[in-house]
């Protein structure tokens, strides 16, 4: 009778623990960016859609604990995702921030980031400081920056002829700094600069600025701007006879995402060159991406939005490999572990935090090439990974092996 009292005793006692025992604690993703301004398409709700995907293509747990996503708009200031990103990891436990979708808000976060011992994984915000002068061990550019894209357009262009170039550039500290990396690019080609004008964000009319780059004696506009600027400014340069198959001057966007494409239209398209990291109809493996995006959010990724889920599922696979969910120890899997992925082909992490792979150099397809309407580009190019990112001897980061 005592043993079997006892034993109940036991088995109550162990119910009883098992009853207080608190549920697993998640594993906490924040995506944090611009979810309803004019950066929203290119990233925004849909970017926590795709971390999504990854999280459940992963099998949704991670080291046994369920995986969940936060997310918050910063509104592109960078005060405002200061205090959510500071809220997120010392009071709601947030292991990781992705996105960002902001340079000036990405290059405020990293400080953050680092004294708090997390991680940032940048997939939107391009200004090539944020791996450059102002890199940081906790800190990673995934998709591209506005060196790797700049790079890769102004090479081919200049192949083409195309020496002469006036910008356009947005007047932030991510049009700055495209201006500034394609320049250098040109400089080290034999091309130069003829002329430039900045705008303010959210410009509706750029019809002086148009004026001025006209007149000049550039072969090549480059709009060194991004969304909503970046659309406004392709359709009046349309209007103004810049872009088209007969106009003497090329039109390059510096950055461009299809959403934008979609926006501007593909017969106001004809004769603009873009690269980017991501396009949907380039291969199989991205058409498959493609069509599960479709099928869940009604249109096609942008480069930024695939970023997104290769990011992310880097991430899980690095914190599986390290056992853990300490920062060093996910750090180190992060940068040694290879990528390949349907974005990525024998892509590696650099020292400096930049997801190293490859770029295409598109090219806006005549309406009579086009299969469908996204079908907006054909592949003119692959720039090799090594050929687009800033070179180990000219990178100005402290965390950079030299030799």
Not at 53 to 82: C, R, T, W, Y
Not at 157 to 177: I, K, S
Not at 283 to 310: C, E, H, I, L, W
């Amino acid at each position: 009778m005592r043993s079997v009292l006892a034993a109940s005793m036991v088995f109550l006692s162990l119910a009883s623990a098992h009853a207080q025992a608190p549920a697993s604690k998640p594993v906490k993703l924040g995506v944090l960016n611009d979810q309803s301004g004019q950066y929203a398409d290119a990233a925004g709700p849909a970017a926590v859609e795709v971390a999504k995907m990854a999280i459940a293509d992963f099998g949704g747990k991670l080291l046994g604990q369920p995986i969940e996503v936060v997310f918050a708009d910063h509104q592109n200031k960078p005060d405002i995702a200061s205090g959510i990103a500071r809220r997120w990891i010392d009071t709601e436990g947030v292991d990781v921030i992705l996105d960002i979708g902001n340079s000036a808000v990405a290059l405020a976060l990293a400080d953050l980031v680092r004294d708090k011992n997390k991680m940032m994984i940048v997939s939107s915000a391009g200004a090539s400081a944020i791996t450059n002068e102002k890199c940081s061990p906790n800190t990673f550019q995934w998709t591209y920056n506005t060196y790797t894209l700049a790079r890769s357009t102004a090479k081919a262009l200049m192949g083409q002829g195309g020496n002469e170039w006036y910008f356009l550039t947005a007047d932030y500290a991510f049009g700055q700094a495209f201006e500034s990396d394609a320049s250098a690019v040109l400089k080290e080609s034999g091309g130069k600069v003829v002329g430039s004008v900045r705008h303010p964000f959210n410009t509706s009319d750029f019809s002086s600025f148009l004026l001025q780059a006209q007149n000049s004696s550039a072969n090549v506009l480059a709009l060194a701007n991004a969304g909503g600027d970046t659309t406004n400014s392709l359709m009046q340069a349309h209007e103004f006879g810049l872009l088209g198959q007969k106009s003497k001057m090329r039109v390059a966007a510096l950055l461009f995402q299809i959403t934008d494409a979609k926006s501007v239209g593909l017969p106001n398209l004809q004769g603009l060159y873009t690269s980017e990291a991501f396009y949907w109809n380039r291969n199989d493996a991205s058409r498959a991406f493609g069509k599960r995006f479709f099928d869940k959010v009604g249109r096609m990724p942008t480069m930024v939005q695939a970023g997104m889920y290769s990011a992310t599922m880097h991430y899980l696979k690095a914190v599986e490999a390290a056992g853990t969910l300490d920062t060093a120890a996910v750090l180190a899997k992060f940068r040694s572990m290879p990528v390949n992925d349907f974005f990525s082909e024998k892509g590696y992490v650099r020292e400096d935090g930049m997801h190293i792979h490859d770029y295409y150099l598109l090219r806006a397809k005549t309406v009579e090439q086009s299969k469908g309407p996204w079908d907006f580009y054909e592949v003119v190019a692959t720039v090799p990974a090594e050929d687009a990112n800033i070179p180990r001897e000219q990178s100005k980061c402290s965390l950079m092996r030299k030799s």
